[in-house]
Nanobody, 121 residues
Framework: QVQLEESGGGLVQPGGSLRLSCRAS????????MGWYRQVPGKQRELVAT???????TYEDSVKGRFTISRDNVKNTVYLQMNSLKPADTAVYYC???????????????WGQGTQGTVSS
């Protein structure tokens, strides 16, 4: 199985920064796309940012210019640098990874446990 371990959440003031990390561990052959999602009570989980194995990135419009997604394929880790944070960014942030295993063509999505990011004065 594959585990995604998240860290880096916390409480910051508006305008502050957080850096989220998510490391994949377990038995797998290759990690394809990785991404970050977030969810607040009463709303659907929404995509924040993605990064492909080749480094191509996408961002939700509200975070463009403020958030940066990156990955370290040696460490099997994806990061989300969040700057200029706003109260509207308050959410539980979830890491996602698309993974294949040796001898298996099917790709499977795995999710982290979620880490709380709170932006408040």
């Amino acid at each position: 199985q594959v585990q995604l371990e998240e860290s880096g959440g916390g409480l910051v003031q508006p305008g502050g920064s957080l850096r989220l990390s998510c490391r994949a561990s377990g038995i797998f052959f290759r990690i394809y796309d990785m991404g970050w999602y977030r969810q607040v009570p009463g709303k659907q989980r929404e995509l924040v940012a993605t990064i492909s194995g080749g480094g191509t990135t996408t961002y939700e419009d509200s975070v463009k210019g403020r958030f940066t997604i990156s990955r370290d394929n040696v460490k099997n880790t994806v990061y989300l640098q969040m700057n200029s944070l706003k109260p509207a960014d308050t959410a539980v942030y979830y890491c996602n990874a698309e993974v294949s295993r040796v001898g298996v063509s099917m790709r499977t999505d795995y999710w982290g446990q979620g880490t709380q990011g709170t932006v408040s004065s």
